[in-house]
């Protein structure tokens, strides 16, 4: 009876290793057919009979910019700047405020965050240099309560989290203080954000809305306020402490118009492009796929095998993709309505687009 069960057992298990290995072959298959793909290519096996798809990619060349709207099978559509989350990208404008922070001297990059926020004196925590960077130590994001809730009721992960539920968070998490290795954080940006409410004594949408709309110009780009004229955008209460690491929501004329203004590196984004760190994990799926994160500043990853500065984003609906060539003041901007897991993502032909327009040059 041992012997058969034995059997049954080894079976089982070498059928699921085999399967395994099959898995692991059909994937290194099909990275090697993305690898070899152009970006129409991608770009229109992502699009084929997908009936909900409205896709906008600007263009910023040779000082000029244009866009296009896409739908099912890649049709353009009448040119609209329809309102898309931009998840992620978000953090790019956070970084800006705490640039501007620092050189109006109300921060230093150096600092550890207990400088600006009421926490326990008998603990320690990461600089502004290692929030920026992804490097405090500081996990993707920590379980909250209001997730359980969130999750049954379909809505956003991080709607109903507050500032004082992360401050508690904070001051019971430990971290060692040094660089750590990189490790993507929307917690630590959403400290930043508490950061900034605390040296300006103003609350953060407040703060980005006004930064965005007065002193950049573009009227279109605000914290989200669930609303649009496209389905699905996540909803977020007021002051909920997650917004600095992915709220806002904008359309594709602004964000060309904020394309350009990394280009041309204006006020504080020349500095936000900044090396500050290399990154010591090396993800090998996205680099067979043409992404390369080498290097970062203040948020902006650098791709130094492309020459490419870039960030992405990305929602339960929604993704952004922005990334430029500084050497030949090219970029490019997608705004997609669909979901991150959707076929191909828009980082991975957005990387193919701007290569084939930088290699054209």
Not at 19 to 46: D, P, W
Not at 73 to 92: A, F, M, N, R, W
Request: proline share 2%.
């Amino acid at each position: 009876m041992k012997k058969k069960v034995l059997k049954v057992l080894s079976g089982i298990i070498l059928i699921v290793i085999v399967g395994l290995i099959g898995f692991v072959v059909y994937i290194s298959i099909q990275m090697n057919k993305l690898r070899g793909m152009t970006f129409e290519e991608s770009f229109a096996y992502t699009l084929k009979d997908n009936k909900n798809a409205v896709v906008t990619i600007g263009i910023y060349k040779n000082g000029e910019s244009s866009y296009e709207v896409y739908g099912k099978d890649g049709q353009k559509l009448e040119k609209e700047p329809h309102v898309y989350e931009i998840g992620s990208l978000t953090k790019t404008m956070t970084a800006a405020l705490i640039a501007r922070a620092i050189n109006e001297g109300r921060i230093s990059l150096k600092a550890r965050i207990d400088e600006y926020l009421d926490l326990p004196k008998d603990k320690i925590y990461p600089t502004i240099h290692q929030l920026l960077t992804h490097t405090s130590g500081y996990k993707s994001y920590y379980y909250e309560l209001p997730m359980m809730g969130n999750f049954f009721m379909g809505r956003n992960s991080f709607f109903g989290i507050k500032d004082s539920m992360v401050l508690y968070k904070l001051s019971s998490k430990k971290v060692s203080g040094k660089k750590e290795r990189f490790e993507y954080s929307n917690f630590g940006y959403t400290v930043l954000g508490l950061v900034l409410e605390s040296v300006y004594s103003k609350e953060y949408t407040d703060l980005l809305n006004n930064y965005l709309n007065k002193d950049l110009g573009l009227a279109g780009t605000q914290v989200s306020e669930g609303k649009g004229d496209l389905k699905s955008y996540w909803n977020w209460q007021v002051g909920d402490a997650y917004i600095p690491a992915g709220g806002v929501i904008s359309n594709i004329e602004d964000m060309l118009s904020y394309l350009k203004m990394q280009i041309n590196e204006v006020g504080e984004f020349s500095q936000c492009h900044k090396v500050l760190e290399k990154i010591d994990t090396v993800n090998a799926q996205h680099q067979k796929m043409g992404i390369h994160t080498d290097e970062i500043g203040m948020a902006w990853i650098l791709d130094t095998y492309n020459g490419f500065v870039w960030h992405n984003g990305g929602t339960g609906g929604f993704q952004s993709y922005l990334a430029f060539h500084p050497q030949s003041k090219t970029g490019i901007v997608i705004l997609s309505n669909l979901s991150p897991k959707v076929r191909i993502p828009a980082t991975v032909y957005g990387v193919k687009l701007l290569q084939e327009l930088v290699s054209s040059k």
